[in-house]
């Protein structure tokens, strides 16, 4: 499917965002929750279903580098370069946080998790909302996170807003974790 032709197939997700619902879409590894990042309502909600502490922070999904680009601004150019660097596997950034991002997102933490999807439902969503969006694994808190609708259903049932149909790319796997500015890998998916 072209990126084109998702703004008629999510309008309906987009919708739910913008009205501070959560929705709950397929990602590379795992099936995902995600909200309006800018929405503590919205926040709190993902929080109250995956029974999460808030201090822990949650992680932010993107299209692209260019929907980070407030949170880059302030980084060395090394540091920007290796965010911008294309990866064979799906990456979580931890980037130092700053007045762009509010402490509903980044819990007890200086800094934030972020990624660039390239799973192509995720990555739609993104663009057509325009911004990043909350990502954080669908399930609640001490249970395996989904990778599968009938899981999804299982966990969360018509708790959730809104059900963007798709399927997991790799079942199961997870993003390396690591820190951009010192360049430490924190986890290796």
Known sequence: MKASEYPKLLA?????????????????????????????????????????????????????????????????DQSKRRFIEKRSKPTTWLVPSNDTIPPWITGDHDSVAVRITKHPVAKGLCEVFGRPIVSTSCNPQGAPPATSQSQVQEYFGDKLDYFVMGEVERMGSVSDIIDLKTNKVIRLG
Not at 20 to 49: F, H, N
Not at 58 to 69: D, E, K, R
Request: aromatic share 4%; hydrophobic share 40%.
């Open 12 to 76: 309906s997700a987009i919708a739910v965002l913008k009205r501070q619902g959560v929705i709950s879409y397929p990602t590379e590894g795992v099936w995902g929750l995600g909200c309006d990042p800018m929405s503590e309502v919205a926040v709190r909600k993902v929080l109250r279903l995956k029974n999460r502490s808030i201090s822990k922070g949650l992680i932010l999904i993107g299209s692209s580098h260019q929907q980070f680009a407030r949170l880059l601004e302030d980084l060395d």
